[in-house]
């Protein structure tokens, strides 16, 4: 069962930055697109970001120009750069391996999330 660690969450003041990072258990990383999730209470968790195993990446029109995906099939690491943070986007964030529907995901078993807290 593949493992997924998340990190580097934080509170930042509005316009501030984070940068996330996960960390996958798995030997064949570099074989699964991997995306960055979002869940904010009372609202149903959300895929904000997604980069392919070309490296191809896409965002969710609420975070474009803000935050930027990268992977390190070196290390089994996907990051998440947070730049130009808002409020709106406080939530608790997790890594996944999003299948090609885009609705449902590899690793069946999620991280604990890491909380991003955007207030001043």
């Known amino acids: 069962q593949v493992r997924l660690v998340e990190s580097g969450g934080g509170l930042v003041q509005p316009g501030g930055s984070l940068r996330l990072s996960c960390t996958a258990s798995t030997r064949i990383f570099e074989i699964y697109d991997m995306g960055w999730y979002r869940q904010a209470p009372w609202n149903q968790r959300e895929l904000v970001a997604a980069?392919?195993?070309?490296?191809?990446?896409s965002y969710i029109d609420t975070v474009k120009g803000r935050f930027t995906i990268s992977r390190n099939n070196d290390n089994n690491k996907v990051y998440l750069q947070m730049d130009s943070l808002k409020p709106e986007d406080t939530a608790v964030y997790y890594c996944?391996?999003?299948?090609?529907?885009?609705?449902?995901?590899?690793?069946?078993?999620w991280g604990q999330g890491t909380q991003v807290t955007v207030s001043s």
């Open positions: 996944n391996a999003p299948k090609s529907s885009r609705d449902q995901v590899w690793f069946e078993s």
């Open positions: 980069v392919t195993t070309s490296r191809t990446k």
